[in-house]
């Protein structure tokens, strides 16, 4: 099992189709299939043991991965915003690598051993010299399948970022399992914002050329841009962050009826955080012909381990019955190549509706780290570290991280809940739940609330609101007015940087 | 017989078909079209197209046995049907997921 096998297949059966790029002058799978086999031979010319990119999306960024994949080389997409001493410090646990930069600051890593780094356009001018001297070089690659494909550095919540494993087997295993060969027309397209450092941006690549999806590349986000391309290409399919789609609901919103709509527009995929219930009841109400998809996944797992499909969107939205109605704010089902378990702390399977762990077992699955030891059990299975419980229909509801969940009294309080009856306020932009330090209580719970534009909610409405519709334990402690949430730039919300904000808020004991 | 290991690729001696093992080890009478089938890249014998074994194989599509032992992807389609010995593979008949990359 190769990565490179799966773009053989493509070239070979449909090499003329645009992969990646505009409609009239894109690459055709046969292009890109060739300069990844002439990449394959600069890499491994360069005595490198990675083939690492800090740069933003463009059609690099498939030519890198599978030249890495073809030259059996992990490629290593790292997360360009990072400051240069940060990006220094991931690019040199790597070394000896090749490392594509962006143009716009190709000096980023003068000085760092081992780095190779070299300037995309400098790259694609190398390639496309070599190119022109000859054909693709047969296909070489190693089949075994055991190799890494694409090393992930996780934004860890302490200590060092961890370098998650993704071998050829997991991601093959997902491609074959999730995507049909060829299932896409010609015709379609998908626009994909999502950077590449996030196992999003890696599997929309991967998934799309398997289908035979053109790719459409959005480097950098920006709901007008986003808008823009999805009219201008004729995008049939894109994938979006939590916070990406509050900002397209809001720009789409700001068009008014006379906006044109997203009319080619059929599939939206969601996925990377917490929905706000909100955003996504907006989103439907306004394209009510795109089918909605939401996505669960981890980069431990490949991407994608449960969906809400686009029937179950619109089934949950029209239901009066609030437990169907909830799903809306569901992953939805596993994959039919996915099992998931509950368990408690002691890695015992709890009944159907109660809370606990999600686990996670199937092929695709990594949970592996580089130099550490394997998070899988003896028996294949993850531990994901979400909270969630599955109900009686399968549907998997996850309630966030564990290690966020609020312990106040011995009582264990999953921020989420708190948090979805105040952004289902009007008065209220966001809201976050989150423990601090009580020396009665262990916990104390804090909401920091953004209050929408023009209203002005009051603690005591919010508290009323909570307690009125949740058990009295839920209701926050004290609510914090603010201006914004951090969020990291992928959508997820930074609880341990609130939490370092809002410190003071806390009596100063150790929980 | 061939060894049969995941990754591994074998052609058609019957017909155009190419394939990749996805799943199954050890010694398999794998043929195609009624014939054995090759080892990618190694010696090709000339074999006749079995009209018991002549459904095709479509490219992408996988198929399996009856006791989910074996699991093999179609690379290159043909005319010949995939089996183990005599015993035909079925296609491995997947419901389309939704988009969600």
Known sequence: MNLMMLLEMAAGGFGERVAIGPRDGGLTYQRLYDL???????FRDAGVEH????????????????GAAWADLPFVPLNYRLTDEELAALAGRIAPAITVLDPDAPGRLDGVDGTGPIDRHDLLAVLADGDAMGKA?????DMDGEDAAILLFTSGTTGEPKAAVLRHRHLVSYVLGSVEFMGAGEEEAALVSVPPYHVAGMAAILSNLYAGRRVVQLPTFDAAAWVDMVRCEAVTSAMVVPTMLTRIVEYLDAEGPDGSGLPTLRSLSYGGGKMPRPT??????MLPHTAFVNAYGLTETSSTVALLGPEDHRKALASDDPGV??????????????????RDGDGNEVAVGEPGEVWVRGEQVSGEYRGLAPRLTGDGWFPTHDGGWLDSDGFLHVTGRIDDVIVKGGQNISPSEIEEVLVAREDVADAAAIGLPDRQWGERIVAAVVPAPGAAPTAEDLQDAVRSLLRSNRTPDHVE?????????????????????????GDGSTT | MVDLKPGARFTSNACASEVIVVKGTGQADLRCGGVPMSPAGGESVDGELSPDASDGTQMGKRYVDDEDTVEILCTKPGEGSLALGDALLGLKEAKPLPASD
Do not use: N
């Open chain 1, 280 to 285: 996504i009841e907006q989103a439907l109400e």
């Open chain 1, 36 to 42: 990844a086999g002439t990449a394959s031979r600069r």
């Open chain 1, 137 to 141: 070089p047969e296909p070489d690659w």
């Open chain 1, 51 to 66: 083939v690492a990119m800090a740069d933003v999306s463009s059609e690099a960024l498939p030519i890198a991965l599978f």
């Open chain 1, 481 to 505: 007015f603010v201006d914004a949430l951090p969020y990291s730039d992928t959508g997820k919300l930074l609880r341990r940087v609130l939490r370092a904000d809002l410190a003071h808020l």
């Open chain 1, 325 to 342: 109605r909830a799903r809306l704010g569901s992953a939805g089902r596993p994959l039919p190549t996915i099992e998931v378990s509950i």
